[in-house]
Each structure stands twice: as C-alpha cells, then as structure tokens.
C-alpha cells in the first residue's frame, strides 16, 4: 500500500507518538475557572487504572493509574496524567497544578451518600445475580 516495509512503518509511528507526548507535556493546559457569563466552570475529576487482567479473576491487576479532569462546557477542555501512585499528596498537586484557583469542591451530600449506602444491598444482589454480566448498577 505505502511502499514502505513494516518495521519502517512502525518507526514512523512510534516517531509520531513521541512528538505528540512531547507537544502535550509542553501545551499548558488548565481547566475550570469561571465561562463568559462569569459563572464557575464545573470540572469532573477522577482516577482510573489501566491494566491487564488475564484468566485471574480476582487477582490485581498490573498497570498504570491515570487521573484527569474534564471540563463541562461545550470546549470540553481536559487534561490526564499518569501517575505513580494516588495518595493524597499526589492528588492535589495534579489538581492544583491542573485546575484554576477559585474552583468550588462539590461533595455529595449526606442525603445522598446515605441514599448510596442504603441501596447497596440491592446493588450487589443485582451483581451476584448476574454473575459477571452487566447491570443497572
């Protein structure tokens, strides 16, 4: 198709993917503050581990914890990162370094949370039943 032998192609690519690291780690990217009718942009957020699990059900999983934030506004601006660990420290140096000053924390709210823990029975009945497969929850 290209002309070109498979392992050249695969440099090529690899080339790509490093000039696109190295443009993302430079862009100064910051999300949250305040949109054009002075009302706080809400930003979502969170941390995921992306691993690989093989046959073990159950066992850990072996991988890289990534957070990030995205804004909710039609720019969807966001960042993410991979981190070493996710305690504490960590967490907020990222959001600090991420996120603009002024932004306000959002917690659920103890209605809510007891609402969550008051379901869980019936959540992990739903999941026991389907064993494995998806649910509502």
Do not use: H
Not at 65 to 94: A, C, D, H, S, Y
Not at 110 to 135: D, L, N
Request: charged content about 30%; proline content about 4%; some cysteine.
């Amino acid at each position: 198709m290209t002309g070109l032998s498979l392992p050249t192609v695969r440099n090529i690519v690899k080339d790509v993917y490093q000039v696109m690291e190295a443009d993302l780690r430079i862009e100064d990217v910051q999300v949250g503050g305040v949109d054009s009718a002075g009302q706080p942009i809400v930003v979502e957020i969170d941390e995921s581990k992306f691993g690989k699990r093989k046959y073990n059900k159950g066992k850990r999983v072996d991988g890289v914890w990534v957070v990030g934030g995205v804004e909710r506004t039609p720019e969807r601006k966001v960042f993410l990162l991979t981190v070493p660990n996710r305690n504490q420290n960590t967490l907020k140096l990222i959001i600090d370094a991420f996120v603009k000053d002024g932004q306000t924390w959002y917690a659920i709210s103890k209605e809510e949370c007891q609402k969550y823990i008051e379901s869980m029975p019936k959540r992990c009945a739903a999941v026991i039943r389907a064993k494995g497969r998806w649910t509502k929850y």
